[in-house]
């Protein structure tokens, strides 16, 4: 199978009866917070309109609503619920996975939810712990960490070190020495499972660099045992992005386990097992894309795990984040060719380069909806490169220059992913709570962009 063609927009829908957002159905009934109400948009109880108006587009627009939501619905499905503050948690451990977006007011937000952080980096770890995470429930993840990354993890207290390698274990056992410090690390094993999702987005496949192979692990923790600056404390897996299933978690969970079994023979006995983030969410309606609810998938895995004393980790970033978000973008112009229509809007590649990076699909629906008739268009941004787009060959009513457009699921790898190419300042963040909003983050400025260069 191609993974691409389950990417690549070829269906039509129509746009009423709209729904995104699968982590926002509860009780059996669908709840969103982006919705019309009559030809309105709103986010919660604000109109998108005057969201463009007072901040400008590009914009990024959050809810709170969803966002505490969805980070609860991690704690009650894993137990992260219970943990709050720098306690020690009793049950599981819902850490947040920063990279997917790391802003800070909504880091302090998932914070004062108990959540902890997932890291990939020192500046990661930074954001976290400014934000009121915990170090304790902080797991640091990556295949490159430097040694000064490393010093300054070890520094903090982190929870452990999800290592990628054995040149890296032999680092942290270096590096903690030079601190006088014993480094907490889980091996992040590769369980080799197709998450069948996009390939730049899947991990734990033997083809990528992420992980060690389940049949190292045996000798890599016989090593790490002996090391005088290292405590081996648990296990990690990670096996891709926008999952939607919950068959490839399994299988992956069940390989695991059976390694610990071994471990154990060996008289390896681990404290944690952290199980990685990855449940994808609905990007479009109609039918296939249906991922699961945290509870869904608390409930597959949890009873594996049960009686064998384990402290459960998880690590959610899209599913969390990623329909709480939208991008606001203002149409500039429109082109015709002989061959396409463009709708060429404020927002580009550099906003949110998903649909670039990975060919991947955003709803996109109008913020005042029209009575046009829906023309086939591609939505591109005022990038200079021919990549450059929202969408392509899209079917939407006919849209104007000055009307402003919403991108919908744009929480999750957008603004974090964003850049300043084609000297573009970045766009401005705004957090909805209820009938209120503010700015989380300034507009960029041209002056930000020559910020540093001497
Ligand atoms: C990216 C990443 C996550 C989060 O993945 P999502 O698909 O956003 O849930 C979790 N753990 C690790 C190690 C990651 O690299």
Redo the contacts with the bound molecule.
């Keep these: 199978m191609n993974p691409h063609a389950r990417f690549e927009c070829r269906r039509l829908y129509p746009l009423i009866f709209f729904d995104f957002g699968v982590q926002t159905v509860l009780n059996k009934s669908i709840m969103h917070d982006f919705i019309y109400r009559g030809a309105d948009l709103y986010a919660e109880d604000v109109p998108l309109e005057e969201l463009g108006r007072e901040y400008g587009t590009p914009l990024y627009v959050y809810s709170k609503r969803t966002l505490v939501r969805h980070i609860r619905a991690y704690g009650d499905a894993f137990g992260g619920a219970q943990s709050h503050g720098d306690q020690p948690p009793t049950g599981g451990i819902v850490s947040f ?1 920063l ?2 977006n790391s802003n800070g007011a909504i880091l302090r937000l998932l914070a004062s939810e108990g959540a902890g952080a ?1 890291i ?1 980096s020192g500046g990661e770890l930074f954001r976290a712990l400014r934000a009121g995470i915990p170090a304790s429930k902080i797991v640091y ?1 990556g295949v490159g960490k430097t040694a000064d990354e490393i010093a300054y993890a070890l520094k903090k207290n982190i929870l452990m070190f ?1 290592v990628e390698s054995d040149e890296e274990l032999e680092k942290i056992n270096r590096v903690a020495g030079m601190t006088g410090r014993k480094a907490p690390v889980a091996l992040r094993v590769n369980p080799d499972v197709d998450p069948l999702t996009h390939p730049y ?1 899947s ?1 734990g496949m033997k083809k990528y660099k992420f992980g060690m192979p389940m049949e190292d692990a045996l000798e890599f923790y016989m090593k790490a045992r002996r090391m005088e600056n290292i405590e081996v404390v648990g296990i990690h897996e ?1 096996i891709g ?2 999952i939607t299933q919950v068959a490839p978690f399994r299988d992956a969970l069940e390989k695991v386990l059976a390694l610990m079994e071994r471990l154990r023979g060996s008289g390896i006995k681990l404290r944690y097992l952290d199980l ?4 994808g969410i609905r990007y479009r309606r109609g039918e296939g894309e249906k991922p699961p609810l945290p509870a869904a998938l608390a409930k597959s895995l949890l009873p594996l795990v049960k009686g064998r004393g384990l402290t459960v980790i998880v ?5 969390v984040v990623g329909n709480a978000g939208v991008l606001l973008t203002r149409c500039l112009y429109r082109k015709k060719t002989s061959r396409k229509r463009f709708v060429i809007v404020d927002a580009g590649m550099n906003d949110l380069i998903r649909p670039s990076l990975y060919g991947a699909y955003h709803e996109i629906i109008p913020v005042r909806k029209s009575r046009r008739a829906a023309l086939k268009v591609d939505v591109v941004g005022p990038i200079c490169e021919s990549g450059d787009f929202l969408a392509t060959d899209r079917r939407m009513p006919a849209v104007m220059p000055g009307e402003l457009l919403c991108v919908l699921g744009a929480g ?1 790898y957008g603004f974090s992913m964003s850049s300043n190419y084609n000297s573009r300042p970045h766009p401005a963040e705004v957090m909805v709570d209820g009938g209120e909003h503010r700015l989380i983050r300034k507009r960029g400025t041209y002056r930000d962009l020559v910020r540093g260069e001497l």
């Design positions: 996975a990279k997917a997932d990939v993840a999800n987005i991990t990670h992005s926008q990685g983030g990855g449940l690590e959610p970033g899209r599913s999750a």
